[in-house]
């Protein structure tokens, strides 16, 4: 009964040791970022929290954007009441509780696993029970590197809560093939649909969830009912965002951002500017072109927010006709291929086989994969989707973490003492490895809150539309202009082309940005040099030579003004 006791005692300690180094190293994570943003996507999710919390339904509805992440970091927003300095901190905050739903939820998961894992192991008595004492050890550490290094705390997106809802709904489907109840069938139905509101590519992988739990349960005493209602739960929840974006989208869709980054990856149609032609299609809600040489695009309606291009893609693409391309798409699968060797595959590959023949039982540990499907099949099926079209290694976090437990458990050790200290030692590698895996980047200075102040003292009022020279992609730098509450209105693409064109020419783009309504022209050139420098085609711009145009400069923050009024 003691050592009963001493176990679960120590098993608490591992567990709470973990979580405060969780909190701790993903708290510094955000606190270390706390003066920036990490990418344009992020105010567009500010945009839509703001819309919904304001009940302006028309302008909340999106069709390339998911709704749950920017709610919570508006709603979060709208408690602490943040002033302009500790906006992007409050954000951060945000992210960290996040980040905490999703530890807890990944707890949960892996208490199940452990069962699981007993339970397959009561089986096969010959086989090596692995020690919980491991399986927390390991399970944390895989945690913290896929949180903190592929995610990370300090990333604006909803890929975290999109990690948090598949842990919790993998430990209800290792739950419901123990004990189908009712309530674990409901909470399944619950988390798809929480998900499928956090990010779309969760709503097929919702079917799945909801097909595993069935046969996870089959063929146990009302089954069927069960899984109805899991499903009834799911579409009670998600059910009026699809019925929002098909009114929007004048057709079923439960989200556009699939079909967009298809024709964007392998269509090969243009992420932005796109005005149609070349059997794309037509625009139904073109870009309207100021100017051709250079381009100058303006695009103030219909979204009053920080950047309309950018708020709602669905709605700048829609007309759109992708065409399937095959030598893209098998390019673009090999790329990812590659990629996913880099970011975990190749390492995953070494240690799985190492174990593998550690273990002296192949055989038995490649057979034992199919009694992990219920691990393996959502890991395949999430990195496969996307492996088609799109990969970011803060997309993939939580499928490589099921692969690689369902690996893992599938490895039949002898039940010897030297194969427990193989695996404690493993165990205890794979922390000194994620320690190498860390990095912490300079905290940074308030840049876009000073640029924010500077534009108000220019003169620039809340609402007021400004255009940007050079597009809003390339670095983002205009996470100020939210700051301000300014709308960023047009945009010149490319700088070069711009300071190359006749003096004449700028004249008359600044006419005409006056003449749609734009107060203010804005430049963070990415290279600043004192003087004018031609560099490979004129790469860089110097301090003196804007300064001589008439543009002023805020502070010391290389952000240039040209007031059009």
């Known amino acids: 009964m003691n050592k009963r006791f001493a176990l679960k005692n120590s098993h608490f300690w ?327 060797y880099r970011i975990f595959a190749g390492f995953l590959l070494f240690v799985y086989l190492l174990l593998l023949v550690a273990s002296g039982r192949i055989k038995a540990s490649l057979m034992a994969l199919a009694a992990n499907w219920l691990l393996l099949l959502p890991a395949a099926a999430g990195l496969g989707s996307l492996m088609l079209i799109h990969v970011r290694s803060r997309m993939i976090a939580s499928f490589v973490i099921l692969l690689a437990l369902g690996l893992f458990n599938s490895l039949t050790f002898p039940n010897t003492a030297v194969q427990k200290r193989l695996l404690s030692g493993f165990a205890v590698g794979s922390i000194l490895l994620l320690l190498t895996q860390l990095s912490w980047p300079a905290p940074g200075t308030p840049t876009h809150w000073k640029i924010a102040q500077g534009m108000q003292v220019l003169g620039l009022e809340s609402g007021d539309k400004i255009a940007i020279l050079g597009a809003y992609r390339a670095g983002d730098h205009y996470f100020w202009a939210y700051l301000a509450n300014l709308r960023i209105a047009a945009e010149i693409p490319s700088p070069v082309e711009f300071w190359t064109a006749e003096p004449e020419r700028r004249s008359q783009i600044y006419r005409d940005l006056q003449a749609a309504g734009i107060k203010a022209l804005v430049q963070r050139p990415p290279n600043l040099v004192p003087d004018f420098t031609p560099l490979g085609g004129w790469q860089a711009i110097g301090e003196a030579f804007m300064q001589q145009q008439g543009w002023q400069e805020i502070g010391k923050t290389h952000c240039y003004v040209y007031p059009l009024e």
């Open 14 to 340: 591992i567990q709470f040791g973990f979580a405060v180094v969780a909190v701790g190293l993903g708290g510094l994570q955000a606190w270390n970022s706390r003066f920036d943003l990490f990418s344009g996507d992020t105010i567009a999710y500010l945009d839509i929290g703001k819309a919904y919390l304001s009940g302006d339904w028309q302008t909340a509805v999106n069709g390339y954007f998911s709704p749950l992440y920017g709610l919570i970091i508006a709603s979060v927003l709208a408690i602490m009441q943040p002033s302009d300095y500790w906006i992007f901190l409050a954000v951060k905050a945000a992210n960290v509780l996040i980040f905490c739903f999703c530890l807890l939820n990944f707890s949960l998961f892996l208490h199940q696993l452990i069962r699981f894992h007993r339970d397959q192991r009561r089986r096969h008595p010959e086989q090596l029970l692995i020690p919980n004492w491991i399986w927390l050890t390991l399970g944390y550490t895989l945690f913290l590197w896929s949180t903190l290094v592929l995610i990370g705390v300090a990333t604006d997106t909803p890929d975290m809560l999109v990690a948090s809802w598949v842990y919790l709904a993998m430990a209800l489907i290792l739950k419901i093939q123990v004990r189908p109840s009712w309530g674990a069938f409901i909470g399944l139905g619950a988390v798809m649909g929480f998900g499928y509101l956090s990010k779309a590519i969760l709503f097929p992988m919702a079917l799945i969830f909801w097909g595993m739990g069935l046969f996870a349960a089959w063929p146990s005493r009302q089954i069927i009912p069960k899984a109805i209602t899991a499903l009834l739960v799911f579409g009670l929840i998600a059910t009026p965002l699809v019925t929002a974006i098909s009114l929007k989208q004048g057709e079923l869709s439960f989200g556009e951002a699939g079909s967009l980054n298809y024709a964007w990856n392998i269509s090969g149609i243009p992420s932005a500017y796109w005005l149609g032609g070349d059997g794309t299609g037509t625009p139904q809600n073109p870009l309207t072109l100021l100017s051709e040489s250079p381009a100058v695009y303006e695009f103030s309606d219909p979204f009053p927010n920080t950047f309309g291009r950018g708020y709602d893609p669905s709605y700048w693409y829609a007309g759109l006709i992708a065409q399937p391309n095959l030598s893209r798409q098998i390019a673009t699968v090999w790329e990812h291929i590659i990629e996913y």
